[in-house]
């Protein structure tokens, strides 16, 4: 079985929990005969390997329009996903964020070459603009369900 990890970024970038968390992933999936491939956004489209793991760098644009900031997709990165997605095949893509480099567009990507996609959630940032899961700055959201749309006014997730 052939599985994609989409971080937002891995080493030798400096990295938080999620990528951390990404890395001994995939080891322990090696361990267990999954052949692990670990692709991300980066400055240009390269490949190496780090503890043992392949990674797989795409391109993404030094120049994004506003709306490619906060949800379009990136036609740069999204042109370097589709040409790995092809040339790897992978069973599974496991997305670990949503960006323009990481789309929803990505995820059609892999579900037209037959992947599964899964998603785990771990920033709030996925689903808060604000990222604070706070509503106006002062009150925590109903469990989360709820973010800040730019309009300050409370939509559901």
């Given at each position: 079985?052939?599985?994609i990890?989409?971080p ?7 990295v ?5 968390y ?14 692990v491939l ?40 999204m042109?370097?996903?589709?040409r ?5 095949r ?22 037209r070459?037959g ?24 009150s925590?959201?109903t ?11 409370r939509?559901?997730v």
């Amino acid at each position: 079985m052939k599985i994609i990890q989409m971080p937002f970024c891995f080493y030798p970038d400096p990295v938080g929990g999620t990528e951390i968390y990404v890395e001994a992933l995939s080891k322990n999936l090696q361990s267990r005969g999954a052949d692990v491939l670990v692709v991300c956004a980066g400055p240009k489209n390269t490949d190496y390997s780090h503890n043992g793991l392949r990674v797989r760098r795409f391109a993404v644009s030094t120049r994004l329009n506003l709306n490619q900031l906060y949800g379009k997709t990136d036609p740069l990165a999204m042109q370097g996903f589709r040409r790995i997605l092809e040339e790897e095949r992978p069973d599974i893509v496991h997305m670990h964020l949503i960006t323009s480099a990481s789309s929803v567009e990505s995820v059609i990507a892999a579900k037209r070459i037959g992947a599964k996609v899964f998603f785990t959630y771990h920033t709030p940032g996925t689903s808060c603009q604000r990222g604070s899961l706070m509503y106006r700055g002062k009150s925590a959201c109903t469990a989360g369900l709820y973010c800040i749309d730019v309009q300050g006014a409370r939509c559901r997730v």
